[in-house]
């Protein structure tokens, strides 16, 4: 295994609609999810999406330590080919940073349920109905798919930021770096 190089935001490959992965079950895809969930815990963040390590294919990896989400704790997985659906017209504002923006943080509006599918390396499904930290790291990584960057999200830009000048202040929700 190894670590990779993560794409910083203004890299071009972090803007452009990846591309869906051909055969999930190809040892080179293995590889670079094994490579990618390395990358993750060593950075560390809850989730890394292909391009953020310069390959626009559709996947993603992510994982819930139980002592930050509150909820049920995931196991690192990878979610390969995902398909997104956002449930109901509930919003949450979450503070989120982004391994391809270090040192910043800002709160962004997302969906509080969604409901996801895609494949694991093995072709197995993965996914489910869920809600609030689970449901806020797959949409940040799913926006990464379609070239899409949190600041894009952000609706009051008063809540973007430092990370070490927003801790001064107290905190909005809990804070995530994918
Ligand atoms: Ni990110």
Do not use: W
């Not at 196991?75 to 391809?100: D, F, Q, T």
Request: glycine content about 8%.
């Amino acid at each position: 295994m190894a670590l990779l190089k993560i794409a910083r935001m203004g890299h071009p490959v972090l803007l452009q609609r990846a591309e869906p992965v051909a055969d999930p079950n190809a040892p080179e895809i293995r590889r670079l999810v094994a490579d990618m969930i390395e990358t993750m815990l060593d950075a560390p963040g809850i989730g890394l999406a292909a391009p953020q390590v310069h390959v626009p294919l559709r996947l993603f990896v992510f994982h819930l330590p139980a002592a930050r989400s509150g909820a049920a704790a995931v196991a690192p997985r990878a979610v390969i080919n995902p398909r997104l659906e956002l449930l109901g017209e509930e919003r949450v504002l979450r503070v989120e940073g982004c391994l391809s923006i270090p040192g910043l943080r800002a709160a962004v509006p997302r969906h509080l349920r969604i409901r996801y599918t895609g494949v694991d390396c093995d072709g197995a499904p993965v996914g489910g109905e869920v809600d609030g930290l689970h449901a806020n790291v797959v949409q940040h990584e799913y926006d990464h798919l379609d070239g899409i960057l949190y600041p894009m999200r952000i609706t009051d830009f008063s809540q973007f930021g430092f990370a070490e000048e927003l801790a001064r202040v107290p905190p909005l929700g809990q804070e995530t770096a994918s």
